[in-house]
């Protein structure tokens, strides 16, 4: 049985897990994971091994704040704006040191598309995200005087379509009150792209169960002109959920069909 190296690194206190390929490939591109509002790293487990194990060398950070992340003090924490997370994403990128394909979960969405409008990368991955501020608001303004945090049945019905309660109960076990000024930043359309400067491949993927005020996948890919892909039997979470393989497998293809220098290509046949 093949060994799948993993490693634990700190980027200037941020958490990043890195999972390598378990044999030598020819893959070049690194793939970097960002999560969404209260979750961390280990909201991408599953992808992380699934991408090593088909080649590329995978990575999931956590945002300040978040889990193995240094802690932000809590004035400081009701007041930070989601352009300290883009920095955070910025600083683990430089890191790695190479253009990346940039997977982004629901407000590591939005994060991601900020990220893409200034760096160079392969490609960029919209996992249940929220869209860019030209689709309007998606929610009233959260008060700023605590940090947002959902009951576990709250948690429950929003974020997914199929889970074991066993397993919900270990995965809210590791969520983090979010800054709500950082989630205003968003959902109240505050945040523009200017897609003309976002030149990689784009793919949307959607769940079919999504119970989240994100923007609808549909009208995200219209605003890019891109491709967009619909995970049946899927919720919010799609990346914790039985379906996680499916669409993994699904985004994986289109990865290979976009980087064509990516892996071993077969050759068309020759006539005779």
Known sequence: ??????????????FVKE??????????????????VSHGWW???????????FGWSSFSMSLRNHEGSYTVPKKAYLR??????VQDVLQV?????LPAVLMGHSMGGIIAQ?????VELRALVLVASVGPGQLGPTREPLPTDRP???????????????IAQEEFQEFYKRLVPESP???????????????????????????????????????????????????PDAGHDMMLEPVALDAAVAINRWLLEKLRDQGLNTRPPREL
Request: net charge positive; proline share 6%; aromatic share 12%.
């Open 1 to 14: 049985m093949l060994s799948i190296p993993e490693q634990e690194h700190n980027i200037g206190g941020l």
């Open 19 to 36: 999972v390598k390929p378990p044999l030598p490939t020819s893959f070049s591109t690194p793939v970097l994971m960002v999560h969404g």
């Open 43 to 53: 909201a991408f487990q599953n992808w992380l091994r699934f991408f090593a194990v």
């Open 80 to 85: 930070l704006t989601l352009e300290n997370y």
């Open 93 to 97: 990128l430089r890191w790695i040191g």
């Open 114 to 118: 900020l990220v893409a409008e200034r």
């Open 148 to 162: 947002f945090m959902l009951t576990p049945q709250e948690a429950k019905q929003v974020w997914f379509h199929r």
């Open 181 to 231: 000024s950082a989630m205003n930043d968003y959902s109240l359309g505050r945040i523009r792209i200017q897609r003309q400067r976002i030149s990689c491949p784009i793919l949307v993927v959607g769940a079919q169960h999504d119970r989240t005020v994100v923007h609808p996948f549909e009208r995200i890919a219209d605003f890019y002109g891109c491709e967009s892909l619909l995970v």
